[in-house]
């Protein structure tokens, strides 16, 4: 690490702030060119004590640059994670309110539940799905708190991988019933399809995600527990949304998860 404790705490808050308050900001590396990874997640994760300390609940962590085409255009070889509030939480059919947001995206994902503990490192896909309890359709909604949405990642990182909220589907299958890799989605908005995607646009497969975030969680001595709701990475592309737009996600075996922003 780079950043002492006071920087850190410092650089918290000022994230955090331009959340809460709705005002972007310039990237943190602007002025912190040196900073680290560590550095990154520990701001990442003072961000996380600032919100429970305050009776914000945490409602599950989420995965991020899952793509590998993405990780290579970034020259980054393993993705990014971070957590889900319940202030973000959204029910299928949602109003949702754009003011909530600085310049808010939208992609298509899948979620999975986990009915056992995931624990790496050495974590794989056998592992993982063995984990599952049950996997539903999801949008995740990201907003970069930096202006224009330019970022570098381990500002990204230390914005909490850009988590904004997330609109989840009612029906869910167990992942046994599932071919997830194979798992056709289309996004559309106001109507007209805009984005197309399959499973394996995420590491190969979306348990693969989930393996990757227990692994990257016992790096850092943490494990995913039992009960702990994961939305795996974007199948599509992100997909920039505003005041009346609709949105209606289409997941083959799963249904579909609509919302509106007003």
């Known amino acids: 690490m780079t950043l002492t404790d006071e920087q850190i705490a410092r650089l918290a808050e000022h994230v955090e702030n331009a959340e809460l308050n709705k005002q972007p900001i310039t990237k943190i590396t602007d002025d912190h060119p040196d900073m680290d990874w560590e550095d990154a997640y520990a701001i990442q994760y003072a961000i996380r004590q600032r919100k429970l300390d305050r009776g914000t609940k945490l409602a599950g962590l989420k995965m991020g640059l899952t793509s590998f085409a993405k990780m290579k255009q970034m020259g980054v070889e393993t993705p990014v994670f ?12 949602a ?20 009915k056992t ?98 692994n990257m969680l016992a790096a850092r001595g943490e494990e995913i527990p039992a009960g702990t709701f994961i939305m795996t990475g974007g199948i599509t592309a992100a997909v920039a949304v505003e005041k009346g737009d609709n949105i209606n996600m289409r997941c083959q075996h799963l249904g579909s998860v609509s919302m509106r922003f007003i």
């Open 95 to 114: 109003e949702i309110d754009t003011s909530a947001f600085i310049h808010p995206r939208i992609e298509g994902e899948v979620a999975v539940m986990m």
């Open 117 to 214: 503990t995931l624990k790496g490192p050495d974590c794989d896909i056998t592992k993982a799905l063995t984990a599952i309890d049950f996997v539903m359709p999801a949008v995740e909604i990201i907003d970069s708190r930096y202006e224009n949405f330019k970022f570098d990642l381990k500002s990204v990182v230390a914005d909490n991988t850009s988590a904004a909220g997330f609109v989840t589907g009612s029906n869910m299958k167990k992942v046994e019933d599932l071919d997830l890799p194979t798992l056709g989605v289309v996004l559309e908005k106001n109507g007209e399809i805009v984005e197309l995607g399959a499973g394996a646009a995420v590491l190969g497969h979306p348990a693969a995600s989930a393996a990757m975030l227990a």
């Open 82 to 93: 971070g957590f889900l509030t319940d202030y973000g939480t959204y029910a299928d059919g």
